[in-house]
C-alpha cells in the first residue's frame, strides 16, 4: 500500500516517528487519557535503546487504538482496567488514575472488576480491587482524600481474610 511518509515511517523507526500526524495524535491522546505529568516524566525516561518502542506505543496505541471511533473512552477505559486487572498487571494503577480523564465512575470500575472475579478469577478480583480503592480515595493530585483502604496484606480479601491457592 502506497502511503505519505506518515504512514512509512522514518529510519530506524516502525511508525512515522515523532514528527508524524498519527504520533502527534498520539501524543494527544496519550496527554488527554494519561495526564500531563505521567507523559512528561514517561517521555523523559526514553532512552536510544527504547526509542522506537515508545513511538510506536504513541503511534499506535494511543493515535490509532485510543482514537478509532467505534468505542468512546469511557469504553476503552473500562476495557483496559478489566484487562489489566486480569492479568495482574503493573499498569493498572496508571489506568485507574486515568479514569478520571475518560468518565468511567468507581461505579463503573467495580461492576467491571466483579465481572474479572468471575472470568479471571478471584485473586485477580481482589488485587484489582484493592489498588481500585486506593488510588480512587486519591485526589486528582495524589493526596489521600480518606484514611487508609487497605483491605489487608497482599493474598486477603477485603475484610484482610486471608485466602491461598484452592485445594
Known amino acids: 500500500m502506497a ?3 506518515d504512514d512509512r515511517g522514518s529510519a530506524g523507526s516502525p511508525g512515522g516517528g515523532t514528527g508524524s500526524a498519527r504520533y502527534e495524535q498520539g501524543m494527544r491522546t496519550r496527554r488527554e487519557v494519561l495526564g500531563d505529568a505521567h507523559v512528561d516524566r514517561a517521555t523523559a525516561a526514553v532512552t536510544n535503546f527504547d526509542r522506537d518502542f515508545q513511538e ?14 467505534n468505542l468512546d ?4 477505559s473500562l476495557l483496559t482496567i478489566a484487562i489489566l486487572a486480569a ?8 489506568h485507574l488514575r486515568a479514569s478520571r480523564n475518560t ?13 474479572v472475579a468471575v472470568y479471571a478469577g478471584v ?10 480503592k486506593a488510588i480512587l480515595a486519591e485526589s486528582p493530585q495524589g493526596q489521600q482524600e480518606q484514611g487508609p483502604t487497605d ?8 475484610d ?7 485445594r
Not at 160 to 166: D, E, I, T, V, Y
Open 73 to 76: 473512552r469511557r469504553t476503552r
Open 3 to 5: 502511503g505519505t511518509e
Open 87 to 94: 492479568l495482574s498487571h503493573e499498569e493498572l494503577e496508571l
Open 151 to 158: 483491605g489487608g496484606g497482599a493474598g486477603a480479601d477485603q
Open 56 to 69: 510506536w506505543i504513541t503511534e499506535s496505541v494511543w493515535g490509532v487504538l485510543w482514537t478509532r471511533p
Open 103 to 115: 468518565g468511567a465512575s468507581p461505579e463503573d470500575i467495580a461492576e467491571v472488576l466483579l465481572h
Open 160 to 166: 484482610g481474610a486471608a485466602h491461598g491457592p484452592p
Open 123 to 132: 485473586p485477580a478480583a481482589n488485587s484489582a480491587f484493592k489498588a481500585a
